[in-house]
């Protein structure tokens, strides 16, 4: 009998993942699951509309499924140099978006990039890079994250020479500091970012521009400049108490936890905020040892951000997994301490009122002041990206949308003529595939302001952009 039936995918046990950073909550298709979940594939290709990135889904999945996944790699390197990254934590709305999602689940593309990427330890072996000569150009990338080093990869196989600029002392940007490493293990951020900085990546860490080095010195010295520098400004909430020792904001506290701080989190953890890197900063406080860990948001559970989705579902079933408790419909307003310690959290239970839009908006029953004990609370509620390194005169240049991020044209670049700018501190999605997307884009861009396409090494290694319009004359599950 056929079956059609998305193979699942087996998940460790999270009693023995609770115990370490490094033990991955998602395990990996053997060979046979594999190649039987990606012979489900039809081919249609549908994904690639909803791929941000516009990976050829169909062509990678049908070389899964006969046993080839060296071409898998390949196809998915024409757009994207970190498969087994995004194979780990892609919000992959390719899949939500799969005709087979009523037909027996969709098609598992995250699993299987991930199952196809891990077969290769070294990508030299795989991709089979154009021969260049470096041409006398050179472009500056403020920032180590998925953004900056994709653009660096697709600039150095054409032979343009990048310097990153980097203010931590380790690449990766939020891949590094803020998804944790049980989610994406250090062996996969160091193969494959070792890969591109492997190319010719000219890499300055502990470097922080308008600080160590002035932004209009990389605008002279450069011949195009890329603002990949992610939306890393944390913004705390305010509430009263937030200065007692033990109140974080979770970009620091994961960054922290990231590069080797041992916090004492206490046994009673409050996150407070409903996304996914409360969801993070819960299980990370989990893993150090806490023995109570809440999430309290201010909304219903279908109000978190990124729900209705896949990726969400699948985020929230291992963050119950592991004990984390969330406490829907809720407004903390003081952090309580005691001697200078804190101690607890006062917060009101809300109302959810539906406005004229249609929106359901929390509104405090203030009647009642409810209390839960904390010894640390973590706030995932707010960040902005931070551009004040440019100088006044650069600032009054740069032209920004109501969002406070830059205006780009179709080709990457900013208001600033050779300034472009890609990744979280650019596009409204903010997830690591849009990254690499800004990157792809802005690759092709630099390239023809440079006016350098007639030197690069070979055309066809360049990102395919747009691949989607090919399959946009067909409709997805929502339109069955
Ligand atoms: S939409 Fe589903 S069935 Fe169609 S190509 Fe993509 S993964 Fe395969």
Avoid at 33 to 55: D, F, H, K, V
Avoid at 168 to 185: A, D, N, Q, S
Wanted: hydrophobic share 35%.
């Amino acid at each position: 009998m056929l079956n059609f039936e998305r193979v699942k995918i087996k998940h460790e046990d999270p009693e023995r993942r609770l115990k370490s950073f490094t033990v991955e909550p998602v395990l990996e298709y053997t060979d046979g699951e594999g190649t039987a979940e990606a012979s489900r594939c039809i081919g249609c290709n549908i994904c690639t509309q909803a791929c941000p990135a516009g990976l050829d889904i169909g062509g990678y999945v049908r070389s899964t499924a006969v046993g080839d996944p060296a071409e898998t790699v390949r196809i998915v390197f024409e757009n994207l140099p970190f498969p087994a990254i995004i194979g780990r934590v892609c919000t992959h709305m390719c899949e939500d978006i799969c005709v087979l999602y009523d037909d027996g689940g969709p098609i598992a593309i995250r699993h299987l990039k991930r199952f196809a990427a891990d077969k290769f330890f070294d990508y030299s072996q795989v991709v089979n890079l154009p021969k260049r000569n470096f041409i006398n150009k050179k472009v500056a990338i403020i920032g180590g994250g998925p953004s900056g080093l994709t653009l660096a990869y697709y600039l150095l196989i054409q032979g343009v020479q990048v310097a990153i600029y980097e203010g931590l002392p380790v690449l990766g940007g939020f891949m590094k500091t803020g998804i944790p490493r049980y989610r994406l293990p250090q062996e996969t951020l160091d193969k494959e970012i070792g890969f591109i900085v492997s190319q010719g990546a000219e890499i300055h860490l502990n470097t922080k521009v308008g600080r160590d080095i002035k932004f209009e010195d990389l605008m002279s010295k450069y011949d195009a400049v890329y603002l990949g520098i992610g939306n890393h400004d944390p913004r705390m909430t305010g509430t009263p108490g937030s200065n007692t020792a033990g109140v974080y904001h979770a970009l620091n506290f994961l960054q922290d936890v990231s590069l080797g701080s041992k916090i004492d989190v206490g046994k009673s953890v409050v996150v407070i905020g409903g996304g996914f890197t409360a969801n993070d900063a819960s299980r990370t406080s989990m893993r150090l040892g806490a023995e109570h860990v809440y999430i309290m948001y201010r909304r219903r559970e279908i109000d978190r951000p990124g729900y209705p989705s896949m990726n969400a579902e699948e985020e929230m079933e291992e963050t119950v997994e592991e004990k984390v408790q969330y406490m829907w419909e809720v407004t903390p307003f003081e952090y309580v301490s005691e001697n200078g310690h804190l101690v607890g959290v006062k917060y009101w239970q809300n109302e959810m009122v539906i406005e004229a839009q249609g929106r359901a908006k929390p509104v405090p029953k203030k009647e009642k002041v409810l209390y839960i004990e904390a010894d640390t609370v973590i706030e995932a509620t707010g960040q902005e990206p931070d551009f004040s390194f440019l100088g006044d005169k650069y600032l009054r240049q740069l032209r920004l949308t109501s969002h406070g991020t830059p205006i780009i044209d179709e080709k990457g670049m900013t208001s600033i003529d050779g300034l472009f700018s890609g990744g979280d501190c650019t596009n409204a999605i903010r997830d690591l595939i849009s990254a690499v997307r800004d990157a792809d884009r802005a690759t092709v861009g630099i390239l023809e302001h440079l006016n350098v396409m007639d030197q690069i090494a070979d055309d066809k290694w360049l990102p395919v952009l747009d691949r989607w319009k090919k399959y946009s004359a067909t409709a997805g599950r929502s339109k069955k």
